[in-house]
T-cell receptor, first 119, second 115 residues
Framework: GAVVSQHPSWVICKSGTSVKIECRSL??????MFWYRQFPKQSLMLMAT?????????EQGVEKDKFLINHASLTLSTLTVTSAHPEDSSFYIC???????????????FGNGTRLTVT | DQQVKQNSPSLSVQEGRISILNCDYT??????FLWYKKYPAKGPTFLIS?????DKNEDGRFTVFLNKSAKHLSLHIVPSQPGDSAVYFC??????????????FGKGTKLSVKP
């Protein structure tokens, strides 16, 4: 089955530093990847849609200058949390859909997430 | 406004019995519904889906039922096993509206299957 690899699985950083999270589709190509964020006991909230070779589309309320997204290839998207603050501490999860499945009923495949703690 | 609602934050079931997880939605444009299973500190794993043209989809021990008129879907697990203990997320998608097929998730229901 389709595998999405996310790295790192957890990271602790100091306030004011930047953190990069990688999301790779291992056995399929993904023109579109999605970045979600989950707070404790809350649902997964879509932050942005990452499009290969073009700018990401951000959801309302998500600062594009703070959460930089780069989707340079069909198998890799990165999310960089810039100038991180304690309130950015959360669980970040990426997902992707197999490009070959162009039908609407192709499920998203998720990475294992990244637990970010900003001290 | 929450478009996908899972009103039961938790459910406890005895091993071998049926687990029924419920989900309600408000957006009539949703035409594709999925259930994901999630373990702590892991990403969600796709479990089963159903399109709006169907009212039932079955895969092994898992069956999803869709009632469009009530905007309600449910996931049945029978028989339940201890390994099914996880958080189950209901998700919905609309083909149109520029959403690019992204999913709207409920808050999840934590299922505990007791031996």
């Amino acid at each position: 089955g389709a595998v999405v690899s996310q790295h790192p699985s957890w990271v602790i950083c100091k306030s004011g530093t930047s953190v990069k999270i990688e999301c790779r589709s291992l056995d399929f190509q993904a023109t579109t990847m999605f970045w979600y964020r989950q707070f404790p006991k809350q649902s997964l909230m879509l932050m942005a849609t990452s499009n290969e070779g073009s700018k990401a589309t951000y959801e309302q309320g998500v600062e594009k200058d703070k959460f930089l997204i780069n989707h340079a290839s069909l198998t890799l998207s990165t999310l960089t949390v810039t100038s991180a603050h304690p309130e950015d501490s959360s669980f970040y999860i990426c997902s992707a859909r197999d490009t070959l499945h162009r039908g609407k009923y192709s499920p998203l495949h998720f990475g294992n997430g990244t637990r970010l703690t900003v001290t | 406004d929450q478009q996908v609602k899972q009103n039961s934050p938790s459910l406890s079931v005895q091993e071998g019995r049926i687990s029924i997880l419920n989900c309600d939605y408000t957006n009539s444009m949703f035409d594709y519904f999925l259930w994901y299973k999630k373990y702590p500190a892991k990403g969600p794993t796709f479990l089963i889906s159903i399109s709006s043209i169907k009212d039932k989809n079955e895969d092994g021990r898992f069956t999803v039922f869709l009632n469009k008129s009530a905007k309600h879907l449910s996931l049945h697990i029978v028989p339940s096993q201890p390994g099914d203990s996880a958080v189950y997320f209901c998700a919905a998608s609309a083909r149109y509206g520029g959403s690019q097929g992204n999913l709207i998730f409920g808050k999840g229901t934590k299922l505990s299957v007791k031996p």
